[in-house]
């Protein structure tokens, strides 16, 4: 059987950005884990403001329908959530927002993981789990392995890895039963 595909991006496309470090852990552990990942950096695939008038006028942007393509390509999808003023960020809202506007919503049958970091206390639990709200309606099976990371300003060293073992087995733990369940149900 081939690996799964999972499909992999950041709600924070900041060049120092703790999320896009914690993602980079656990793309790291779902390839160990046999995943098949690809990583996509949303500054290379930046959009407009969501707008209906836009939309009328000009469709889907290229750049959405470049995702939207790789998420239908993809059996399994690895979002890190980074959280503002208790929300997603509008980069990553925004993101799926554009990607539901397919003929077909890209996001059916999907198995997804959402993981978080903040430098706060909470380690951004408010968006993963509003992350994870959103995407169970659009049709995702959100597997119940969880990821966040508190204090993540201080979580990485010099050269982006984490410090901490903790952190890698919470990544194992969310990188493992992503690849077990997209295996299952969308190999
Ligand atoms: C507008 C704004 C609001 C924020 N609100 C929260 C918050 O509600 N909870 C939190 O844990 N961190 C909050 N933060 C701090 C972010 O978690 C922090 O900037 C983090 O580094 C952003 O993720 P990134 O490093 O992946 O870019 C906020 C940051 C900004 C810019």
Redesign the pocket.
């Known amino acids: 059987m081939p690996p799964p595909r999972i499909l992999a991006f950041?709600g924070?496309a900041?060049r120092e950005?703790?999320?896009?470090k914690l993602l980079a852990a656990v793309v790291e552990a779902t390839r160990a884990a046999g995943g098949e990942v690809t990583l996509v950096d949303l500054n290379e695939l930046a959009l407009p403001l969501y707008h209906g008038d836009l939309e009328d006028a000009q469709g889907m942007p290229e750049n959405a329908k470049k995702l939207v393509e790789l998420i239908t390509g993809h059996g399994g999808l690895l979002i890190a959530s980074?959280?503002?003023?208790?929300q997603m960020t509008p980069l990553l809202k925004n993101t799926i927002d554009w990607c539901t506007r397919a003929d077909d919503n890209p996001f059916i049958g999907k198995v997804a993981a959402v993981v978080s970091?903040?430098?706060?206390n909470?380690g951004?639990i408010r968006s993963m789990t509003l992350c994870r709200q959103l995407l169970t309606p659009l049709g995702c099976c959100v597997i119940p392995a969880q990821c966040i990371l508190p204090q993540a300003d201080k979580a990485f060293d010099d050269q982006g890895q984490p410090k901490d073992e903790r952190i890698r087995k919470n990544a194992r733990a969310v990188a493992e039963q992503l690849v077990q369940t997209t295996t299952k149900l969308a190999p």
């Open positions: 950041s924070s900041r950005s703790l999320n896009r980074p959280e503002y003023n208790s970091a903040s430098p706060g909470f951004g």
